[in-house]
């Protein structure tokens, strides 16, 4: 990462850290929780979706199996969140393999299909099931008690936030995101150089996976109630991709931008139109693929680009 | 006995899911673009033909004509604007702009109409006809021969005409069939549209049997994905095979396992002809 790439981690992560310190408003607080797990799951995404190109509309799949996790361990086992959590984002890795080996094989919308179909399977057996308790949903155990549990609960998702960008940096500069994005380009002239696009694809959607489980579980432990329709819902696996597709896709600020964005702008419309959301999402959706198809950091690249540009033009 | 009267029910349901699937196919086989709105579309016919039968008292069984002549009119409308700009772009922006429209229409709908089931009682409904020891449920009998009637005149239109002649040849080579006086553009666009038609006079006809909300179309979208990897991808005859097995597949689940079940049947007899037989049961090429 370069200088100013570092610097400016520091001060975002800075004021992160600082946050509850001068954001009192419990609104708000909330309103950064969101943003930090939903960065989370966007630059998850982003390693598969931006960085090897493969569109996956399932992966809330692994989300919900975080959540689920927490949610049958504590009522089967009496085990903590912490344990719950751990246990999650292994069964999540299993499931990726699993997933993965199958789906990776298959390209374009026959890809995007399947991943769908395989997170779909994982709802209808959660609404079905008797031990997942069906529509009805579970009740999760929280991470900490109260007093503060809420602050205690932000301060266990930055480092979360941490590991997926630090993830996600290594991947923007390392040989593995060149070979992940050389595959992104074209598949068969990855393969012609050398790169085995099945066991580099994998490897990005276990990265994926086991961060999208813990975001899911870390979800678990605060709204403390999950089911079928809030941890394994097809709109959320879209939510991943539109926060990566606004903000900008194979980028490391993107998903960051994008959740930002995204809450911000759902929250401030919420307040207007209580049932407006879904139509919103479509159509920043198809806004960003029609006219920014390079999400909005793009936008800031081409300027400073132009500015640099123009300046080396005029020395 | 009873075993018959599920796979009776199976091809009733079969029938109306062959001409949903029959317009995706259509749409991927000539543009190559898999519309993830297509249930969306679904939805918005059936919400056509809810508000035609309760304000101007338009049975659907004829009004699914109309739905149909609206939807194209959408259909073409959405190709022009939209799609039309993604053509030609990866798959990747291609779906998640179809993802992005079927958001659209599905928020539209809970902004206009809000998410509560709707659903209206025509009195065919609740008729049954009994032949030997089977029962037939008149509505559904209606739905199923209308679907067919339908499929099968598409079929023809495609084989037989002009411009189903124009249609085959871009789904076989478009970069051929401009040099033989075929307007590709404006084929698409025909083809987007016929596809949305079909997904509206598709919905037109299951208003009889079931309720709408505006999300119903999704699991229908997921089903015509289903039908269209069985038949085939872009096999409009395929298609409709695809549709009765599915029909059929689902009324043995519902029989001897559960209702509830038959969805997560679909999906893994999906993922299996997308692994086992990627070119779909009937067909020759791989994908």
């Known amino acids: 990462m370069s200088r100013s790439g570092l610097v400016s981690s520091a001060i975002f992560f800075g004021l992160l850290l600082s946050l509850p310190l001068w954001l009192k408003d419990a609104y708000l607080q909330q309103i950064v929780f969101r943003i930090v797990i939903f960065a989370i799951l966007g630059m998850a995404w982003n390693l598969v979706g931006g960085y090897a190109g ?15 996790s927490v949610a049958l361990f504590h009522e089967a086992f009496d085990w903590n969140p912490w344990l ?55 009740i999760a155990p929280g991470f900490f008690e109260e007093p503060n549990g809420d602050r205690k609960t932000y301060y266990a998702a930055l480092p979360l936030l941490g590991v997926a960008f630090a993830l996600t940096a290594w991947t923007h500069r390392s040989r593995f995101g060149y070979y992940l994005r050389a595959i992104r380009e074209n598949e068969d002239t990855a393969m012609a150089v050398g790169i085995n696009p099945a066991v580099e694809k994998l490897k990005a959607l276990l990265f994926s996976a086991a961060l999208v489980a813990a975001a899911g579980a870390l979800y678990a432990g605060v709204f403390q109630f999950i089911g079928p329709d809030s941890v394994l819902a097809i709109d959320l696996s879209v939510q991943m991709a539109l926060i990566a597709m606004l903000g900008g896709a194979a980028t490391v600020w993107g998903p960051i931008v994008g959740a930002v964005v995204l809450t911000v702008a759902a929250e401030g419309l919420k307040a207007y139109l209580e049932r407006a959301h879904l139509f919103f999402y479509g159509l920043l959706l198809v806004v960003v693929v029609l006219f920014l198809p390079g999400g909005l950091v793009s936008i800031v690249k081409q300027r400073w680009f132009r500015r640099t540009a123009a300046r080396a033009q005029a020395a | 006995m009873a075993a018959l009267q599920a796979i009776l029910n199976g091809v009733l349901v079969g029938g109306i899911y062959a001409l949903i699937a029959m317009g995706m196919a259509l749409v991927f086989g000539v543009m190559r673009l898999v519309n993830f709105a297509h249930g969306a579309f679904l939805m918005v016919g059936m919400y056509a033909a809810y508000f035609g039968y309760t304000l101007f008292k338009i049975n659907p069984y004829w009004g699914f004509g109309l739905v149909g002549a609206a939807l194209f009119i959408l259909g073409m409308a959405v190709y ?148 269209v990897v069985l038949g085939g991808m872009g096999s409009v005859e395929g298609a409709a095979l695809g549709g009765l097995i599915l029909g059929v597949t689902e009324g043995l689940t519902a029989y001897y396992w559960s209702d509830s079940y038959t969805q997560v049947v679909d999906f893994v007899l999906f993922l299996a002809v997308l692994l086992l037989r990627p070119q779909g049961l009937f067909g020759k090429k791989a994908p």
């Open chain 2, 80 to 227: 022009w604007l939209l799609v039309r700009r993604v053509m030609g772009q990866s798959d990747f922006l291609q779906i998640l702009l179809t993802e992005g429209i079927a958001l659209c229409l599905v928020g539209g709908a809970q902004l206009l109409f809000t998410g509560d089931y709707r659903s209206i009682s025509l009195p065919l409904a609740d008729r049954t006809a009994t032949w030997g020891p089977l029962n037939f449920n008149v509505a559904y009998v209606v739905s199923f021969v209308i679907a067919v009637l339908a499929v099968t005149s598409m079929y023809l239109y495609m084989k037989y005409t002009e411009m189903g002649r124009a249609i085959r040849g871009v789904a076989q080579n478009r970069g051929v069939a401009p040099l033989m006086g075929i307007r590709v553009q404006w084929i698409s666009g025909i083809s987007f549209a016929f596809g949305v038609a079909c997904a509206g006079a598709a919905g037109a006809l299951l208003l009889p049997i079931f309720y709408v909300n505006p999300t119903i179309g999704s699991p229908y979208n997921l089903k015509s994905f289903v039908i």
């Open chain 1, 54 to 68: 493969q569109l996956s509309l399932g992966h809330v799949a692994y989300f919900g199996i975080g959540a689920y």
């Open chain 1, 84 to 138: 719950g959590t751990l246990a999650g984002v292994v069964l999540a890795c299993l499931a990726a393999l699993l997933i993965g080996s199958l789906t990776f094989r298959l390209r374009g919308p026959y890809f995007v299909l399947s991943t769908i179909a395989a997170a779909e399977i994982l709802r209808l057996l959660a609404l079905n099931l008797s031990f997942t308790h069906g529509a009805i949903g579970m």
